[in-house]
């Protein structure tokens, strides 16, 4: 059986949502364009780590002048919206990989399924050849500006969790914490 794989290309909307409440929230990539919408369950700290690495990638295209004055000259649109509806997951996500196309002047991202085979690392399309059931993909293509809305909104829903110990780091629940740094006492 051979992968499965979505290309969104051009993106109408690359976004990253919560359902629930600060403590509990499911966190969602949702992708839409012309091909449909794929919405994918994944982990905060992996949500935190795209933003991050976007960053990273937006200012070294800034700085090394591999973009085009024309594309880093677009502003970014701010995206408040809610996650679009119904959200369904297509996967638990495994590996992001992020290139930047200097032909298309895009920034590529490709989101592989997490799955039972223990692939750890990202498999091309030749690879994803060998194995019987390989994991799912969804690839697709950002502009500059798309790619500043995706960061300050992921930035925006980190944010919105639960607030940090100053002592200790660790999360504060609704009810309480019990800080590790105070001995056990409540703060």
Known sequence: MSRITTEHDPVD??????????????????????????????????VQALAERMKILLRELRTGGLASLDELALA????????????????????IGMSWDNASQRLTIEIQADNSQGVDDLLDDDEA??????PELVRLSLRIHQARTFIERAESVIGAGRQVCPFCGLPINVDGHLCPRANGYRR
Not at 80 to 92: H, K, Y
């Open 129 to 134: 050849e060998f194995f019987e059931d390989a």
């Open 13 to 46: 909307r690359f976004t990253t949502g919560t359902v629930g409440v600060p403590g509990e929230r499911a966190f969602f990539l949702q992708v839409r364009s012309a091909r449909g919408l794929s919405s994918m369950l994944l982990e905060k700290t992996q």
């Open 76 to 95: 970014h649109n701010r995206d408040s919206d809610p996650l679009d509806f119904p959200i369904d997951e297509d996967f638990r996500v495994g590996v």
